[in-house]
């Protein structure tokens, strides 16, 4: 286990050494043209979203609903938070997803059902009439498995009419603990504080460990 958290930790590191890879090697190609714009890129993006905190928050509670991809957004939280302070972000991040994870849930278990039966209803495909017994156990899978997108996830438990409050009892402390991994992450390298940047790894290493985990007991259970 000890090996694996280390290989874990090292593949973290080696995405954060890709990125600084990339940002020097454009300033080496593009010289001092280069360096100055992203250093506007980054100062203007640096003070709109530490200005505008709420809308940033916001954007967290509803554009992923879209299928806009959130980790973009969790980087730009941990901007805010290494300004504002890494453990406020997480806060207001997991508060956010509580947002998103509500109003997912129920466009998806009433409106979104309903069309979708109506459709399904000139095939042959159906959905479940009752909610899976395991539906609990697969939920847990979901989020934990690296790779599936949350809102994947929320859509899906939703319209499988998984109880509203099992599905909070579930995703919100996945996400909220996985969501605070990226933040602090991202928090201690715009802050340049190390700690909270070894923090957020160790918490995206265990969340990817207990989805392998989750993922070989289900297949164990099945054989």
Same mark, same amino acid.
């Given at each position: 286990?000890? +090996?694996?958290?280390?290989?874990?930790?090292?593949? *973290?590191?080696?995405? #954060?050494?890709?990125?600084?890879?990339a /940002?020097?090697? =454009?300033?080496?190609?593009?010289?001092?043209?280069a360096?100055?714009?992203?250093?506007?890129?980054?100062?203007?993006t640096q003070?709109?979203?530490?200005?505008?905190?709420?809308?940033?928050?916001?954007?967290?509670?509803?554009? %992923?609903?879209?299928?806009?991809?959130?980790?973009p957004?969790?980087? #730009?939280?941990?901007?805010?938070?290494g300004?504002?302070?890494?453990?406020?972000?997480?806060?207001?991040?997991s508060?956010?997803?509580f947002?998103?994870?509500?109003?997912?849930?129920?466009f998806? +278990?009433? %409106?979104?059902?309903?069309?979708?039966?109506?459709?399904?209803?000139?095939?042959?495909?159906?959905?479940?009439?009752?909610?899976?017994?395991?539906?609990?156990?697969?939920?847990?899978?979901?989020?934990?498995?690296?790779? *599936?997108? #949350?809102?994947?996830?929320?859509?899906?438990?939703?319209? @499988?009419?998984?109880?509203?409050?099992? /599905?909070?009892?579930?995703?919100?402390?996945?996400?909220?603990?996985?969501?605070?991994? /990226?933040? @602090?992450?991202?928090?201690?390298?715009?802050?340049?504080?190390? &700690?909270?940047?070894?923090?957020?790894?160790? =918490?995206?290493?265990v969340?990817?460990?207990?989805?392998? #985990?989750?993922? &070989?007991?289900? +297949?164990?259970?099945?054989?």
């Amino acid at each position: 286990m000890g +090996h694996k958290i280390i290989w874990l930790l090292a593949c *973290v590191a080696l995405v #954060f050494a890709l990125l600084f890879g990339a /940002y020097f090697a =454009i300033i080496e190609f593009g010289g001092e043209q280069a360096q100055a714009w992203l250093y506007n890129i980054w100062s203007y993006t640096q003070n709109l979203l530490t200005e505008n905190g709420p809308l940033l928050f916001l954007a967290i509670a509803i554009l %992923p609903g879209f299928i806009l991809p959130v980790a973009p957004l969790l980087g #730009f939280a941990g901007l805010w938070g290494g300004v504002h302070g890494p453990w406020l972000s997480c806060i207001y991040c997991s508060m956010a997803l509580f947002v998103n994870l509500c109003w997912t849930y129920w466009f998806a +278990h009433g %409106p979104a059902r309903g069309v979708l039966i109506k459709l399904l209803s000139r095939t042959r495909f159906q959905l479940p009439e009752g909610t899976p017994k395991n539906m609990l156990e697969w939920a847990l899978i979901l989020r934990l498995t690296p790779g *599936v997108p #949350f809102i994947f996830t929320n859509y899906t438990l939703g319209l @499988l009419g998984m109880s509203f409050t099992q /599905y909070i009892s579930v995703s919100l402390p996945i996400l909220a603990f996985t969501a605070s991994g /990226y933040v @602090l992450a991202f928090a201690g390298i715009f802050g340049g504080e190390w &700690k909270y940047l070894w923090t957020g790894a160790c =918490i995206i290493a265990v969340t990817i460990l207990l989805g392998r #985990f989750a993922i &070989k007991r289900k +297949h164990r259970h099945a054989n």
